[in-house]
């Protein structure tokens, strides 16, 4: 049997669970071809990428001058307005944690992450005067926790979920991958956002309200990545239609890099840079937390790249296809904005394990305290 007779065998019930999250059968038929091939060359960026450039990373404004003063009024203007909604990047189970949906752990006593997003809409709240939508990008693993804890609150408007897309593992013939339950769905990648998105109606329905406006992305665990009205504004004041937060690299962190494509700016993950390209000479690196203009985000036409990438499920080899967030800052070309990673005023504090939960425990206490996300 062919890939695409399998496809067509599959139950009813399967076909419509994949169709509800945007799988489309002509993406796997053309990753099924394309298996193995040249797939390191296939992921990297074709064109000339040098590091950034002098002045293509600014620093954010500093609390207590009279830059951040001005920033922080237009910020908080357009918050005033209803301009902005938070965004929060809640579709991964915490493996390193046990396996659990990571929303739904503690982080400080008492308090989820969850809770602190929720914390933080409510701060944001009640500086701004104005409700602040807030939307989670959810997962078909953690979609039931998520709207399980959120309980009545969930009301599709000022809190929502929508979910991110789906396919079909595949086998490293092309054929599909079987697990101990079928066939073997996976979510498809942060990058799913913008298309998942506008499939909930959600962006739209912000733009038809308020006529324009402006999207804060972070992932959940991040709890550092608050909405800002200092960095809004700064956002505001600069040209592009997305600003992404960067932190300077401590010792070996790896992530997504600033770098000049072509002569202009993008986010790549290291794995995607040319082979001349070292990443350890970019001493700053992407946090994944953006400032987006809510039209910009909604009118964006482009096809992302799905890297191929192999995986272990169930002590067999399997092969998926993702797509990465970064990449729509193709085209929509960025600003690079460093923001503090120490102190009260971090703007990021990952969380990938229990050990690292631990030693930041402290550290969230803090800036959720600070910030108000525990009032």
Same mark, same amino acid.
């Given at each position: 049997?062919?890939?695409?007779?399998?496809?067509?065998?599959?139950?009813?019930?399967?076909?419509?669970?994949?169709?509800?999250?945007?799988?489309?059968?002509?993406?796997?038929?053309?990753?099924a071809?394309?298996?193995?091939?040249?797939?390191?060359?296939?992921?990297?960026?074709?064109?000339?990428v040098?590091?950034?450039?002098?002045?293509?990373?600014?620093? !954010?404004?500093?609390?207590?001058?009279?830059?951040?003063?001005?920033?922080?009024?237009?910020?908080?203007? !357009?918050?005033?307005?209803?301009?902005? !909604?938070?965004?929060?990047?809640?579709?991964?189970?915490?493996?390193?944690?046990?396996?659990?949906?990571?929303?739904l752990?503690?982080?400080?006593?008492?308090?989820?992450?969850?809770?602190?997003?929720?914390?933080?809409?409510?701060?944001?709240?009640?500086?701004?005067?104005?409700?602040?939508?807030?939307?989670?990008?959810?997962?078909?693993?953690?979609?039931?926790?998520?709207?399980? !804890?959120?309980?009545?609150?969930?009301?599709?408007?000022h809190?929502?979920?929508?979910?991110?897309?789906?396919?079909?593992?595949?086998?490293?013939?092309?054929?599909?991958?079987?697990?101990?339950?079928?066939v073997?769905?996976?979510?498809t990648?942060?990058?799913?956002?913008?298309?998942?998105?506008?499939?909930?109606?959600?962006l739209?329905?912000?733009?038809?309200?308020?006529?324009?406006?402006?999207?804060?992305?972070?992932?959940?665990?991040?709890?550092?990545?608050?909405?800002?009205?200092?960095?809004?504004?700064?956002?505001?004041?600069?040209?592009n239609?997305?600003?992404?937060?960067?932190?300077?690299?401590?010792?070996?962190?790896?992530?997504?890099?600033?770098?000049?494509?072509?002569?202009?700016?993008?986010?790549?993950?290291?794995?995607?840079?040319?082979?001349?390209?070292?990443?350890?000479?970019?001493?700053?690196?992407?946090?994944?937390?953006?400032?987006?203009?809510?039209?910009?985000?909604?009118?964006?036409?482009?096809?992302?790249?799905?890297?191929?990438?192999?995986?272990?499920?169930?002590?067999?080899?399997?092969?998926?296809?993702?797509?990465?967030?970064?990449?729509?800052?193709?085209?929509?070309?960025?600003?690079?904005?460093?923001?503090?990673?120490?102190?009260?005023?971090?703007?990021?504090?990952?969380?990938?394990?229990?050990?690292?939960?631990?030693?930041?425990?402290?550290?969230?206490?803090?800036?959720?305290?600070a910030?108000?996300?525990?009032?």
């Open positions: 049997m062919t890939l695409a007779d399998d496809i067509a065998a599959l139950p009813d019930d399967m076909k419509r669970r994949l169709s509800e999250r945007g799988f489309r059968e002509e993406r796997l038929f053309a990753w071809k394309g298996i193995g091939q040249a797939k390191d060359e296939r992921n990297r960026y074709k064109g000339v040098t590091a950034p450039r002098p002045g293509d990373v600014s620093d !954010a404004p500093e609390p207590g001058t009279a830059e951040h003063a001005r920033y922080y009024a237009k910020g908080l203007e !357009a918050l005033r307005a209803g301009k902005v !909604a938070l965004c929060v990047l809640a579709g991964g189970m915490a493996t390193r944690m046990g396996g659990v949906v990571k929303a752990v503690e982080a400080v006593p008492g308090k989820t992450f969850l809770d602190l997003r929720l914390g933080e809409q409510a701060a944001t709240e009640r500086l701004s005067g104005r409700k602040v939508p807030l939307w989670l990008m959810v997962s078909e693993a953690t979609r039931d926790g998520i709207a399980s !804890a959120l309980g009545p609150r969930l009301d599709g408007d809190i929502a979920l929508f979910e991110q897309c789906v396919s079909l593992r595949l086998a490293p013939d092309g054929s599909l991958f079987h697990d101990d339950d079928g073997s769905v996976y979510a990648g942060h990058g799913d956002l913008p298309e998942a998105l506008a499939q909930s109606g959600l739209k329905r912000f733009l038809d309200s308020r006529g324009d406006g402006y999207v804060w992305i972070a992932n959940l665990d991040n709890l550092g990545a608050t909405v800002d009205p200092a960095i809004l504004g700064w956002h505001m004041e600069h040209p239609a997305v600003t992404v937060e960067v932190v300077d690299k401590v010792g070996t962190d790896r992530g997504g890099v600033p770098v000049v494509l072509d002569g202009r700016r993008i986010i790549s993950e290291e794995f995607r840079l040319p082979k001349d390209v070292d990443p350890t000479t970019i001493r700053v690196f992407n946090t994944n937390t953006f400032v987006v203009d809510a039209r910009a985000l909604a009118d964006l036409d482009f096809e992302f790249t799905f890297v191929e990438v192999d995986k272990n499920v169930g002590g067999k080899k399997a092969v998926q296809f993702e797509r990465l967030l970064g990449e729509f800052t193709v085209p929509l070309e960025p600003s690079f904005l460093r923001v503090p990673r120490d102190g009260k005023e971090s703007r990021f504090l990952p969380v990938k394990d229990n050990d690292e939960l631990e030693r930041r425990r402290g550290e969230i206490q803090t800036i959720a305290e910030r108000g996300m525990l009032a």
